[in-house]
């Protein structure tokens, strides 16, 4: 059964499915000329090597173009789906996976200039938002991590929209984009 969905993307992002054949036409669009399309393919490149290793099924990734002269990426986006895990005979809501999440803790590898998971209401249902801004340990150079899991009503799956850069000064704009793909995003049934 295929899931039926739809998100909208902010100005500057391009996404597609993976192993889609019209990445090569993507690439083209989204830069002003062929050094840039080459830059842009080979992010486009790791970022589908990238998308197995994620757990649920991936059904968009994503980059944002910050430059379509020189087809430089400034982020990358995934849109995952999975079963809702169960505890206890309880399939996990929001409320839950935010406990998850908090429970978690820290990464001791990274460093934190800011950490926080909070729960949102949007169209779709509710969602948890974390909100990351890291780095490496003894490394300079802040990221960014913003991962909206968004639990639709009435269903059974669980969809992750995950964000990552290595500008961690993007934060704020990034986290309007993510907001306003996490908004848009709808789920239909199937047909």
Do not use: C
Request: aromatic content about 6%; hydrophobic content about 40%.
């Amino acid at each position: 059964m295929s899931t039926s969905w739809r998100l909208d993307l902010p100005e500057g992002w391009v996404a597609w499915q993976p192993g889609s054949p019209d990445i090569a036409a993507i690439q083209a669009a989204a830069t002003t000329g062929r050094r840039a399309a080459r830059t842009l393919a080979r992010r486009v490149a790791v970022a589908e090597k990238e998308a197995p290793l994620l757990p649920g099924q991936v059904h968009q990734i994503g980059v944002r173009v910050a430059d379509p002269g020189s087809g430089q990426v400034s982020a990358s986006m995934f849109l995952t789906q999975w079963a809702r895990p169960t505890q206890d005979g309880k399939q996990r809501g929001a409320r839950r996976h935010l406990t998850a999440v908090e429970e978690r803790g820290a990464d001791p590898s990274r460093s934190y200039q800011y950490r926080e998971a909070s729960i949102e209401q949007v169209p779709a249902g509710q969602l948890v938002l974390r909100n990351e801004v890291w780095r490496p340990r003894r490394r300079l150079g802040w990221h960014v991590t913003l991962e909206t899991t968004i639990f639709p009503r009435e269903t059974d799956v669980m969809f992750e929209l995950t964000v990552n850069s290595r500008y961690g000064e993007l934060q704020p704009e990034l986290m309007a984009e993510i907001s306003l793909m996490a908004h848009s995003f709808r789920l239909h049934a199937p047909t």
